[in-house]
């Protein structure tokens, strides 16, 4: 039995742990994570969040002396990657996949080490999520598709095939990307937007159709 733990105690992080909880149910007990709670920097250590304490934040986690399983409850890619860059120098810590026991994936989906794969996701044949990718509930992601480190994909969203979603983008509930589309690194796509055309990276997209409303910085 490994010991796991959620990095992010809020919302999110809460619904990563439930995830965990579900995996467990479907498993022998041999097999089953062990669950030690929370790391969360905004949270004293020892609180309490549901009935899983808070066991410190980043400084904890980064010299934590036990081997550990570390899954992040966390939507904002900047911060997940961040988090995963400050913690590379603790060889104690493991990134699983958690995938949903009502997540449906093709069997030639590639998971990549840290993915989370909510209830009711779906994942088709020859895609790739890409280490650290959030894949929240009832999101899509089409025939052979790539999505970049750190991207979260939130509720509901249809990622058509043949799409690229690049490193650290974001990708609002019930944002639909056309086929064949890229969104670029770091890019945002707002709630409810129609991708019908490239995003390039670092911009902000809204609307049906969508369009750039943000770009970055110069």
Known sequence: MRDIAVYGAGGLGREVLRIAEDINATKDVRDRWRLL?????????GTLVGKYPVLGGLHRLQSWATPVDVAFGIAAPDIKKRLVEALAGNP??????????LASVASDATL????????????????TLSPFVFLNTGAQVGHDCRVGRYASVMPSVNISGNVSVGDAAFLGVKATILQGLSVGEGATVGAGSLVISDVPAGCTVLGNPARIVKRPAE
């Open 92 to 101: 104690d810590l493991s990134y699983p996949v958690l995938c949903h026991p």
């Open 112 to 127: 990549s080490p840290g993915v989370v794969v909510a209830q009711f996701a779906f994942v088709s044949l020859e895609s």
């Open 37 to 45: 709670g929370f790391f969360d920097d905004g949270i004293p250590e």
